[in-house]
T-cell receptor, first 115, second 112 residues
Framework: GAVVSQHPSWVICKSGTSVKIECRSL??????MFWYRQFPKQSLMLMAT?????????EQGVEKDKFLINHASLTLSTLTVTSAHPEDSSFYIC???????????FGSGTRLTVV | QKEVEQNSGPLSVPEGAIASLNCTYS??????FFWYRQYSGKSPELIMF????GDKEDGRFTAQLNKASQYVSLLIRDSQPSDSATYLC????????????FGGGTRVLVKP
């Protein structure tokens, strides 16, 4: 139980294009989901908190117009990287908190490469 | 000062030995403490979490929490080569809402 599914697992896109990443809670409802970014040999950095039915809360320094988050249902949150540039290349990971387990479950991550 | 600190390692451990990982945190109001294992190129996997002072054991893993010292540790007994990974300490509390703050991670190498 408590599975978070994330797609795609990897994507390569051209500079200037947009990429959408999906995060689904498969067997539980998630009113809140979290989006992280991880650069090589660094730890996870929280980008934003996605709230079902309301606006996302972004961490300081994260451009909300560049990283669009939509949490339209209790099981789906999406992160769209708009006008991607090579410096946006990173490992993006979502997570949610299943009420029954108490821990934070992570999706499998999306490796984004912008060329 | 970082909010959650870990020694980056690498921590080299012979197979079968005990690996001891440490983590300190700055927010005294922190309430929940998590240990994750992350293999290269993969997302973190939850090993265990602890809320109360003292020890919590789960298989070969033991988490130890000392809130007075703002210190949480993870012991891995009978270390196996498959335990070679980066171990992330994460903390949350009321002040941070429901958000996790991660340490930089400790890389563990278990040598056969």
């Amino acid at each position: 139980g408590a599975v978070v599914s994330q797609h795609p697992s990897w994507v390569i896109c051209k500079s200037g294009t947009s990429v959408k990443i999906e995060c689904r809670s498969l067997d539980f409802q998630a009113t809140t989901m979290f989006w992280y970014r991880q650069f090589p040999k660094q730890s996870l950095m929280l980008m934003a908190t996605s709230n079902e039915g309301s606006k996302a809360t972004y961490e300081q320094g994260v451009e909300k117009d560049k990283f669009l988050i939509n949490h339209a249902s209790l099981t789906l949150s999406t992160l769209t990287v708009t006008s991607a540039h090579p410096e946006d290349s990173s490992f993006y990971i979502c997570s949610a908190t299943p009420a029954l387990t108490g821990g934070y479950t992570f999706g499998s991550g999306t490796r984004l490469t912008v060329v | 000062q970082k909010e959650v600190e870990q020694n980056s390692g690498p921590l080299s451990v012979p197979e079968g030995a005990i690996a001891s990982l440490n983590c300190t945190y700055s927010d005294r109001g922190s309430q929940s403490f998590f240990w994750y294992r992350q293999y290269s190129g993969k997302s973190p996997e939850l090993i265990m979490f602890i809320y109360s002072n003292g020890d919590k054991e789960d298989g070969r893993f033991t988490a130890q929490l000392n809130k007075a010292s703002q210190y949480v540790s993870l012991l891995i007994r009978d270390s196996q080569p498959s335990d070679s990974a980066t171990y992330l300490c994460a903390v949350n509390g009321e002040a941070a809402g429901n958000k996790l703050t991660f340490g930089g991670g400790t890389r563990v190498l278990v040598k056969p």
